[in-house]
């Protein structure tokens, strides 16, 4: 069985951040920093939303595609401000 984890870092340079990490199964998580297993071959379109809860701007959003094929693997990021 395939069980790969992957390590996910998000900052922001507001103390009042919100995070929301889309790992492309339909498993979320709301840390800052965080963790995923992977336990299949397959593509997964993995984002973050960071948003300033006090002011409700929406600080980056990083777009990961994770893909999982046998015996490799590949990221490919796209930051957006």
Do not use: R
């Amino acid at each position: 069985m395939l069980a790969l984890c992957f390590n996910f870092n998000a900052e922001s340079n507001s103390d009042s951040a919100t995070y929301f990490w889309n790992f492309g199964t339909g498993d979320f998580s709301n840390q800052e920093d965080t963790s995923y297993t992977y336990n299949n071959v397959a593509h997964y379109p993995v984002s973050v939303l960071i948003t300033d809860s006090a002011t409700c701007n929406i600080d980056t959003l990083l777009q990961t595609t994770v893909v999982v094929e046998e015996g490799q693997v590949y990221m490919n990021m796209i930051k957006m401000k």
